[in-house]
C-alpha cells in the first residue's frame, strides 16, 4: 500500500482547507485510515482515523467538532475537511493505513503500518 497525501497550504485562522490522501494497493475492510500531525519541534500526533469498511470514525478532542473524516472508496482515497483552522492546527500532515481499528490507531507509532508523505499545512493568525 502506498498513500500519497495533499491539499495543503497556507490559510487565514478561521478558515477551511480539505487534505487528500490517495492509497495505490489494496485496501481491505479491515484497514482504518488516519491522518496524523507533526508540529516543529513536537512529536507526531493522532488527528483522526476511519474504517474502511463500515466508515466510523474517531477524532482527537482537539479537533472534534471542526474535522471531520471521510472516505471514497471508490476512488481509493480519505480526505480531512478541517475548518474553523487555528494557529495551532499549523503542522505538517501525514496519512497513514494499518489493518487495525480506529481506537487503535490513535496510539500507532511510525514504525507500524503505512505512511505517507507529509502535506503542510500553515495557519497564520
Known amino acids: 500500500v502506498q498513500l500519497q497525501a495533499s491539499g495543503g497550504g497556507l490559510v487565514q485562522a478561521g478558515g477551511s482547507l480539505r487534505l487528500s490522501c490517495l492509497a495505490s494497493?489494496?485496501?481491505?475492510?479491515?484497514?482504518?485510515v488516519g491522518w496524523f500531525r507533526q508540529a516543529p519541534g513536537k512529536e507526531r500526533e493522532f488527528v483522526a482515523s476511519i474504517t474502511w469498511g463500515d466508515g466510523s470514525t474517531y477524532y482527537a478532542d482537539s479537533v472534534k467538532g471542526r474535522f471531520t473524516i471521510s472516505r471514497d472508496n471508490a476512488k481509493n482515497t480519505v480526505y480531512l475537511q478541517m475548518n474553523s483552522l487555528k494557529p495551532e492546527d499549523t503542522a505538517v500532515y501525514f496519512c497513514a493505513a494499518r489493518m487495525t481499528t480506529t481506537t487503535a490507531m490513535s496510539i500507532m507509532t511510525p514504525n507500524l503500518g503505512y505512511w505517507g508523505q507529509g502535506t503542510l499545512v500553515t495557519v497564520s493568525s
Open positions: 494497493g489494496q485496501i481491505f475492510s479491515g484497514y482504518a
